[in-house]
T-cell receptor, first 114, second 110 residues
């Protein structure tokens, strides 16, 4: 199994531009999570899906952020318009729905907004 | 909302010694707690899970304790090695999600 796949690995963009981050979960996993990690705030949960349905998006910082999961094998996190304070590493993770299963993380996307 | 504190940002120990990392939490009663390891430039990797009704869990050189009265978990690495150098994250278990601490960066000095 290739594990959780994220693209791009690095993204540098200018303030005001739209950014789309992509994630392919592990086959057979039906929960998907988007996290943001910074030195100051650590690993923060942005949103998670069960069976492609958004369950909790209370961590999404503001309306500039949106996430979709059109099918079981693909999810996107979009920031529009991007701002310098959005610079962080964004991780996608997946797991099976059973309550205490471990989460499997992707390698992350390092986003820099200039 | 829940608050999670890990004892220090960085911990340096000598090779061969036991490393002890602390995770304290408030405003929450997790059904379980997990520990993850994160290396630079990589995503976290699961290490151990301990449930609220378990006091201690072991895996090779790793040991985790969970005290729901103190609202604290301790993570021990015995006979530490330089390869154990990494950031270690504790995570409180929610219904289907996790709340992560900010991590402790461990450096094992040869």
């Amino acid at each position: 199994d290739a594990g959780v796949i994220q693209s791009p690995r690095h993204e540098v963009t200018e303030m005001g531009q739209e950014v789309t981050l992509r994630c392919k979960p592990i086959s057979g996993h039906n929960s998907l999570f988007w996290y943001r990690q910074t030195m100051m705030r650590g690993l923060e949960l942005l949103i998670y899906f069960n069976n492609n349905v958004p369950i909790d998006d209370s961590g999404m910082p503001e309306d500039r952020f949106s996430a979709k999961m059109p099918n079981a094998s693909f999810s996107t996190l979009k920031i529009q318009p991007s701002e310098p304070r959005d610079s962080a590493v964004y991780f996608c993770a997946s797991k099976k729905v059973a309550a205490n299963n471990e989460q499997f993380f992707g390698p992350g996307t390092r986003l820099t907004v200039l | 909302s829940q608050k999670i504190e890990q004892n220090s940002e960085a911990l340096n120990i000598q090779e061969g010694k036991t490393a002890t990392l602390t995770c304290n939490y408030t405003n929450y009663s997790p059904a379980y707690l997990q520990w993850y390891r994160q290396d630079p430039g990589r995503g976290p990797v699961f290490l151990l899970l301990i449930r609220e009704n378990e006091k201690e869990k072991r895996k090779e050189r790793l040991k985790v304790t969970f005290d729901t009265t103190l609202k604290q978990s301790l993570f021990h690495i015995t006979a530490s090695q330089p390869a154990d150098s990494a950031t270690y994250l504790c995570a409180l278990g929610g219904a289907n999600n996790l709340f992560f601490g900010t991590g402790t960066r461990l450096t094992v000095i040869p």
